[in-house]
């Protein structure tokens, strides 16, 4: 089983980022890790399932003060065995942390570091209102080389508003020379309920799938080139440094959500934490748990999502989940250079990996 903490705190929303987050505000930090600790007290036994890899997401986990963290992970190794896990990791942004705190991670047993980068040109930095500098940014990697964090990611975005080819190139280019162990490239997408998708809406911004198929290609070829394995749609890793955590959700196994707005799927049931920070410690502590919505996932369902997230997997997906109709298509995947077969297995290639989306629509 996988093992998700969302920690809402930001110290500035982006305008882009969809996921439930707040500035701290008035919220009382140490009563919110108590309803954290307390929520894995109650969920991970009643799970039936053992742990495998814990992810700290958010919002921004590691802008929580050294006490916090340590108050955090002292209750959680009462819970789980942390040493046994395959792999834990904390989301960070470069300005949040200094080389003290990036050791206090090690200490605290964090195998694995994704920076939220996002681009190194400061134009299109102040554009997705990141706090960083590129020369932070940088900075930040060395950091946390130096204070033994085992893995390392780094987080990218393309077709940004206002971001050249050749900006692009050059955000790929330092990303590369920092020798990262893994970096995520991320397409924009303008999400309801953020500030970009109402520029969107009032024409201020605009989609164009060129672009976007550009700049993934432009990726895969630096990336490729410069040693990475392009593993899934977005995702590119050296060896040995694949995001263990994030194979588990393309595979299709049990995930546990803990914190406000976290999802969790247990035995084909998905549920959905309230998404208010408030209400979450309260509910925790009066009635202990924060399920708001729950929904059983039928046989269909699960196949179809399965089909979504492999297609996306260098992996690909075995013929045997496609219907009569869909293996038609796949074949016709196949003869326009999109996908091939092997071993059974229905694997997107060159335009196909650009174009999975549209292509996972066909053939569910």
């Not at 134009?123 to 900075?139: D, I, K, M």
């Not at 780094?154 to 020379?177: E, H, K, R, V, Y």
């Amino acid at each position: 089983m996988l093992i998700y903490l969302h920690i809402p705190f930001c110290h500035r929303v982006c305008p882009y980022c969809s996921f439930y987050k707040h500035t701290p505000g008035s919220t009382p930090i140490p009563a919110f890790i108590d309803a954290l600790i307390a929520e894995a007290r109650q969920r991970i036994p009643q799970s039936g399932n053992t742990p495998r890899t814990l992810y700290l997401g958010g919002g921004t986990p590691s802008m929580l003060s050294p006490a916090h963290l340590q108050r955090l992970f002292a209750g959680l190794s009462e819970i789980i065995h942390l040493p046994s896990l395959e792999e834990i990791t904390l989301e960070a942004n470069p300005a949040t942390f200094d080389l003290e705190k990036a050791r206090l991670f090690r200490a605290l047993g964090i195998t694995r570091v994704s920076l939220g980068i996002q681009s190194f040109t400061p134009h299109v930095l102040a554009t997705l209102g990141r706090e960083h500098t590129p020369q932070q940014a940088a900075s930040s990697v060395h950091t946390l080389r130096q204070a033994g964090i085992p893995s390392i990611n780094i987080d990218l975005m393309f077709s940004i508003p206002g971001q050249s080819p050749d900006d692009w190139l050059n955000t790929l280019q330092q990303a590369i020379s920092l020798q990262p162990d893994h970096i995520s490239a991320y397409n924009l997408t303008y999400e309801e309920d953020t500030a970009f998708f109402d520029s969107l809406r009032r024409g201020e911004m605009s989609e164009n799938e060129d672009i976007d198929a550009r700049y993934f290609h432009l990726a895969v070829e630096k990336l490729t080139t410069a040693g990475f394995d392009h593993y899934e749609t977005s995702n590119y890793a050296r060896p040995g440094h694949h995001s263990r955590h994030n194979q588990g959700y393309w595979q299709g196994h049990d995930y546990l959500g803990l914190g406000p707005s976290a999802v969790s799927t247990l035995h084909a049931i998905r549920s959905r934490n309230v998404p208010d920070t408030a209400q979450y410690v309260q509910r925790i502590a009066s009635i202990g748990n924060a399920i708001t919505e729950t929904e059983s996932l039928d046989a269909p369902s699960l196949r179809i999502e399965r089909i979504a997230l492999g297609l996306r997997t260098n992996q690909g997906i075995p013929l045997a989940w496609l219907d009569a109709p869909a293996l038609q298509r796949a074949h016709h995947l196949v003869s326009e250079s999109l996908a091939h077969i092997q071993n059974h297995h229905l694997i997107l290639i060159h335009r196909g990996r650009a174009l999975v989306d549209p292509i996972a629509a066909e053939l569910i």
